[in-house]
């Protein structure tokens, strides 16, 4: 028997915010499509993600960030990943994020950020695609 492996995926919440309905929603929708998911609840620093990320052995990231530190959240995740040899982990993430700041973003190395209006198939559908890439390129 030819086993298929699942993607896992680490839905993380950092930072003070406490509305998590979206990550919530984000990390069914994943799941329901076949991927192996890990929310890692409210409240979480960079810190903790990167660590429980590299534990779980994931193949992205997803942050769900509403609280305006979108700016320090993502880079300090990519600083730890970095720092600990795991910036092939893809991250990606969503949230009231403004524009310029989506730019500024991709260049730190986020692959994608979602704002409001994104369907969760859009999200499910990039996620597929940016891993068969990752895997395309190891």
């Known amino acids: ?14 930072g003070l915010d406490g509305h998590d309905r979206g ?5 069914r929708a994943l799941r329901d499509a076949g991927f192996e998911v890990i929310y890692t609840g409210l409240h979480q620093t960079p810190e903790m993600i990167v660590s429980a990320a590299i534990q779980e052995d994931v193949d992205a990231i997803g942050l769900s960030i509403l609280s305006g530190a979108h700016m320090h959240l993502f880079s300090k995740v990519k600083e730890l990943l970095t720092a600990q040899h795991a910036d092939d982990i893809v991250v990606f993430g969503g949230g009231i994020i403004p524009d310029d700041d989506v730019a ?4 730190l190395g986020v692959a994608r950020i979602f704002t409001p209006g994104a369907t969760t198939t859009e999200i499910v559908a990039w996620l597929r695609a940016a891993l068969a890439a990752r895997e395309a390129h190891a």
Request: proline share 4%; net charge positive.
């Open 23 to 27: 990550a919530k929603v984000i990390a």
């Open 104 to 107: 500024a973003l991709a260049k």
């Open 1 to 14: 028997m030819n086993a298929v492996r699942r993607h896992r995926i680490l839905v993380g919440k950092p």
